[in-house]
């Protein structure tokens, strides 16, 4: 999987299921940090009531980017994506 060709994103990290750093690049290069803490947010998920399927996607959203964060085999793969500004109006709108 090329997490560099996802478009807008900024940066990645590729993790281990006990959130070590398998690979990173972009905005979150050798961000260990960062990776301890998407792996405590990815296992006080786990925690909430359980499901039939379990999450298939957590999203973290701030007003200019978001994390993504996938599981897949046995791996979390976390994506830094730039936002696109919304205007004013267009925030309004939603609201109501």
Same mark, same amino acid.
């Given at each position: ?5 996802? &478009?807008?994103?900024? !940066?990645?990290?590729v993790l281990t299921n006990? !959130? ?8 979150l290069e050798n961000a ?16 909430? &009531? &359980?499901?039939?399927? !379990? ?8 007003? =200019? ?6 599981l897949s085999n046995k ?9 696109? &500004? ?8 939603? =609201?109501?």
């Amino acid at each position: 999987m090329n997490l560099e060709r996802i &478009p807008n994103q900024t !940066g990645y990290l590729v993790l281990t299921n006990d !959130g070590a750093v398998i690979a990173s690049g972009g905005d979150l290069e050798n961000a260990e940090h960062t990776a301890n803490i998407i792996s405590e947010l990815v296992s006080l998920a786990d925690k909430v &009531p &359980p499901h039939k399927e !379990g999450y298939k996607k957590l999203t973290v959203t701030y007003s =200019d980017h978001c994390y993504i964060i996938l599981l897949s085999n046995k791996k979390l793969y976390v994506v830094k994506k730039k936002l696109q &500004p919304v205007s004013t109006s267009s925030r309004a709108e939603a =609201d109501q």
